[in-house]
């Protein structure tokens, strides 16, 4: 194993419970002794976090190409001040959303071209590829009902249904070898079914880690059974 460091990312559509495992995972991995870096997009720096409260706010009405340069910009600045230099210390980077979204959300969901948000968000990240991303499957409707039970739903998530349904469509062609054939910026994909306790699926994120880097993440596994 090198000494750079791993950029992991959780993903997923609203209420699949990828914050709880990206809290779960950081907090795991830290007490193994890993020195972990965990980060939320948009946000992580103090531009970043400036460019999420309007992004998400229910009373900024934004078009889909803001939308997306906005990402864009929140993701250039949280690669550069903070993800690329812990990845050169050595440190694990765990990120609650990275490039993927944008391909779902703004190109799946909003309908923008596929060219322009690859071209916007090479520039943005300078090429940086994620070592795996953990995609966090539910039904559709189980996850709708998640974010309503937690009320106060921010911008996207009060989008109608047939934009959530176009995300699930943008988040299942995702997990097919093919299609990360055809973005191999987005890094290899693995489903991970979301169902269950906390505990359930934070140890099939762990089994995934554990299965690519067995010397760095396998003594992990059973302190989840």
């Known amino acids: 194993m090198s000494s750079y460091g791993l950029l ?3 993903e997923g559509g609203e209420g699949v419970g990828k914050t709880t495992q990206w809290q779960r995972l950081s907090t795991r991995l830290a007490e193994s002794g890993a020195e972990v870096l965990a980060l939320r997009e948009p946000g992580g720096t103090p531009s970043g976090d400036t460019i999420r409260s309007l992004l998400l ?8 190409s803001t939308e997306a340069l906005l990402f864009a910009a929140s993701r250039a600045e949280l690669v550069a001040q903070a993800v ?5 210390r050595g440190v694990i980077v765990l990120l609650d959303r990275y490039l993927l979204s944008t391909y779902v959300y703004q190109g799946d969901a909003r309908g923008l ?10 520039f943005a990240t300078d090429g940086l590829v994620p070592d795996c991303t953990l995609l966090l499957k539910l039904p559709l409707s189980e996850s709708l009902a998640r974010t309503h039970a ?3 739903p921010d911008r996207l998530e009060q989008e ?9 469509r943008g988040f299942d062609a995702a997990g097919d070898p093919a299609w990360q054939s055809a973005h191999p910026e987005c890094g290899p994909i693995v489903p991970v079914l979301a169902e269950g306790s906390p505990d359930q699926v934070a140890l099939r994120c762990l089994a995934v880690l554990s299965a690519r880097w067995p010397s760095r993440f396998s003594e992990l596994v059973p302190a989840f059974r």
């Open 150 to 152: 937690r009320g106060s």
């Open 57 to 64: 706010d229910p009373a900024s009405q934004l078009s889909a």
């Open 8 to 10: 992991l990312v959780l």
């Open 160 to 168: 109608a249904r047939s934009f959530h349904e176009r995300v699930a």
């Open 84 to 88: 690329r230099p812990a990845l050169e």
């Open 113 to 122: 071209p596929m060219a322009g948000l690859r071209a916007i968000n090479r």
